[in-house]
């Protein structure tokens, strides 16, 4: 099992920055990929961004340039760095941990955290 929290949520201005923390804790040894995925009021939960064990990564076209993911494996952390960010941005922000091969689906959820983005 592994517990996943996230942290660094809040309330912004359009232009401002956030950074998104999650911790992970538990049977960490069979953590490969993480990710950063959101869902807005109405809509389906999406996939902003991914990094795997080793370090590579791919983003949603519409964070590309913006927000940036990045991990410390001594700190068993993954972090997101939002800039410029716009009032669409403005979702639940949840962190997902063990990409399964079988499934194509990440097993471990936070709990999520709300980012709010002011016009």
């Known amino acids: 099992q592994v517990q996943l929290v996230e942290s660094g949520g809040g309330l912004v201005q359009a232009g401002g920055s956030l950074r998104l923390s999650c911790a992970a804790s538990?049977?960490?040894?069979?953590?490969?990929?993480m990710a950063w995925y959101r869902q807005a009021p109405g809509k389906q939960r999406e996939l902003v961004a991914a990094?795997?064990?080793?370090?590579?990564?791919n983003y949603a076209d519409s964070v590309k340039g913006r927000f940036t993911i990045s991990r410390d494996n001594a700190k068993n952390t993954v972090y997101l760095q939002m800039n410029t960010l716009k009032p669409e941005d403005t979702a639940v922000y949840y962190c997902?941990?063990?990409?399964?091969?079988?499934?194509?689906?990440?097993?471990?959820w936070g709990q999520g955290t709300q980012v709010t983005v002011s016009s």
């Open positions: 997902a941990a063990d990409l399964s091969p079988l499934t194509n689906e990440y097993t471990y």
């Open positions: 538990g049977s960490i040894f069979s953590i490969n990929s």
């Open positions: 990094i795997t064990s080793g370090g590579i990564t």
